[in-house]
C-alpha cells in the first residue's frame, strides 16, 4: 500500500508540474504528426495487465506522445480554427474533473450548474434574445447544432402533427458549416443549399422558397443561417432573414459557432444585427471564448420548446423530476445525458477576469486580422481574395499551384515554425486554391504574421 501512495503523489506532482509549465510556456513546442507504425515502435505496450506505472506512461506522454501533436494555442497555429483557452479556464478544467459532478441533472450537479448557468446568462445577453431565452453547454457546435435541429423538427411536429412521420427540409447555404448537413443526415432531413459562399442575403432565400414545390414547401421547417463561416468569417442578413422566417412561421436557427465569440467586439457587434430574431444559436466557447476543449453552446429562445423535443423519460430517471429534486436539468435541454460540467471553466475564468477582458481578446482577433491585411496588400509577392472578415484572412500566393501550397504548409509545420494550411474559395463558379488565416490567440504577434508571409517568397 505504502508504495502505491508514494507512486500516486509523485505522478500528482509529474502531471501538476507538467500543467503549470505548460501554461506558462509562451511559445510551445509546435508538435508534428509521426505515423502509427512510428509511435508504436517509440512507446511500444502501455496497457498490460500490471500496468506500466504513473511515472513511465507520463514519461512516455511528455516526451513522445504531445510531441506527436499540435498545440490549438500555439501563436503561429492560424490553421482551421485555433484556439488559445484562458490559463484561468485550463486549471479551472482540471478542477471540473477533479471535483467529479454528474452535470445532467440539478439533484446531482446543482450547484456547479448554477455557475454553468451564470456563465450561460451572459452568452445569452450578447444575442440580445428576449427574456426566457437560455440555453445549455454541449460538446461542440456540432451537438448543439443537431439539438437544436431536433428541437425545431420537434416545434414544426407539434404544431402540425400530421408531420409526425413527414421528413423534414431545412434550407441553408453553400457557405454553412460541414455538421449542418451532417447533422440533417442524422435526423434524416434533406438539405437544400443556397449556392452561395459568401453572404446569404434575404433576396436569395426569398427566391429559393418561391421556388418551392408545394410537396417540398409542406416539408420545409428551419432555415440555418451562419454568422460567421468558418472559411471566411462572413456573417449572413441575420434580419432579413429572420423575418422572412417569423412571416412563414419556420424555425430560425443562427449557427455562430465561430463567429458568435465576436459578439462581445463592440466593433463588430452590429454586423450580428438580426440575431436577436433567432429560434435558437449555436456558440462555441472553445473556439473563439478561450474555452478548453470541449464546450459548445446552444441557445434557445423558448428552452420549453427543447425540452418538450429532448428530455429523456426512465423509471431510472422519475426521481430528478420528482418535486422535491425540482431544478435546471441541462440533459433536458440537448442530446446528451452524462455530462461533465464543461461550462464551468469558462464560469471561472469569466468570474476571475471580467467580460471586459473578453471583449479586448477578441477585438484583437478581428485587429490581428486587419494587420494581415495591410501587411498583405503591401506585400508584392501575395494578394488578398477578399477583405478580412471577422478574424479570417483569404490570400494568395501570386503564380502558385495547390501543390505549393500544401508543400508550403508541410515544410512550416515540419519545421516547427507554423501551422497555416490552404483553403478553397469560390468566386464566379471556379474553385480557386488559397491560404487562410485565422486568428484566435491574443499572443499571435505582427512578426509572427510577416514571418509567415515570408516564407511564401
Ligand atoms: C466549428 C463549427 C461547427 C462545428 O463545431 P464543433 O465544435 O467542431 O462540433 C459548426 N458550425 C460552424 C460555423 C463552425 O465554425
Known sequence: MHEIDIDLIEMTLDVMKYAINRITDMDPHLGKPKSERELRSLVGE???????????????????LVKASVPIDHPRHLAFVPASPTRAAIMFDLVTSATSVHGAFWMEGGGCIFAEN???????????????????????????????????????????PSKRSTRGLVITSAGAHSSVRAMAKVIDADVMLIDTEG????????????????????????????????????IDDL????????????????????????????????LFTGIELADSVTIDPHKWLFSPYDCGAVIYREPEIARRAHSQGGSYLDIFYDEGARGFNPADYQIQLT???RGL??????????????????????????IAGRLIDAAPHVELVREPSLSCVLYRRIGWQPDDYNRWTYKNHSDGFALVAPTKWRSHGVHETVARFCFINPDTTEKDIADILDSMK
Open 46 to 64: 502501455t496497457v498490460t495487465p500490471s500496468g506500466i506505472g504513473g511515472e513511465r506512461a507520463f514519461e512516455l506522454f511528455r516526451d513522445v
Open 199 to 234: 453572404r446569404l442575403g434575404s433576396e436569395m432565400l426569398a427566391e429559393r422558397i418561391s421556388l418551392l414545390t408545394p410537396e417540398e414547401r409542406s416539408r420545409f421547417f428551419a432555415v440555418v443561417a451562419t454568422a460567421g463561416t468558418t472559411n471566411a468569417g462572413i
Open 239 to 270: 434580419e432579413g432573414i429572420g423575418k422572412i422566417c417569423r412571416d412563414l412561421g419556420v424555425w430560425f436557427h443562427v449557427d455562430a459557432a465561430y463567429g458568435g465569440g465576436a459578439l462581445a467586439a463592440p466593433s463588430v457587434r452590429h
Open 118 to 160: 451564470e456563465a450561460m446568462r451572459w452568452l445569452v445577453s450578447l444575442t440580445g434574445l428576449p427574456e426566457g431565452a437560455f440555453g445549455v453547454f454541449t460538446s461542440g457546435g456540432t451537438e448543439a447544432n443537431l439539438s437544436a435541429m431536433v428541437a425545431a423538427r420537434g416545434a414544426w411536429r407539434e404544431k402540425d
Open 345 to 370: 471553466p469558462l464560469w471561472f475564468s469569466l468570474a476571475m477576469h471580467g467580460t471586459d477582458r473578453y471583449a479586448l481578446a477578441i477585438e484583437r482577433g478581428i485587429e490581428l486580422a486587419r
Open 339 to 341: 455530462r461533465r460540467v
